[in-house]
Nanobody, 120 residues
């Protein structure tokens, strides 16, 4: 049973920092691509950052240079370090894993989300 549990969200002032964590279980974390997405009220959810099994990363344009995605395979944990937070970063942040469960099927799994609120 795949499970993703986010933590670390909260209220922070603009310019501040937060680190989000995603604890993963139920699949081989070390070989699986992982990602963070976010969705603000009334807006389309979009990719924040992605990291593959080899450590290659990519980022949404709006967070490049401010956010860093990392993974600790020994702990089955994904992280998102968020620096210089802006009000526009306010959203629910979701951890994502696309897991090949059979030869013919890849399933997308999501955590429950963690709220990040950036205030002025």
């Amino acid at each position: 049973q795949v499970q993703l549990v986010e933590s670390g969200g909260g209220l922070v002032q603009a310019g501040g920092s937060l680190t989000l964590s995603c604890a993963a279980s139920g699949f081989t974390f070390s070989s699986n691509p992982m990602a963070w997405y976010r969705q603000a009220p009334g807006k389309q959810g979009d990719l924040v950052a992605r990291i593959n099994s080899g450590g290659t990363t990519n980022y949404g344009d709006s967070v490049k240079g401010r956010f860093t995605i990392t993974r600790d395979n020994a702990k089955n944990t994904l992280y998102l370090q968020m620096n210089n937070l802006k009000i526009e970063d306010t959203a629910v942040y979701y951890c994502n894993a696309d897991v090949q469960s059979t030869l013919y099927r890849i399933s997308s799994y999501w955590g429950q989300g963690t709220q990040v609120t950036v205030s002025s």
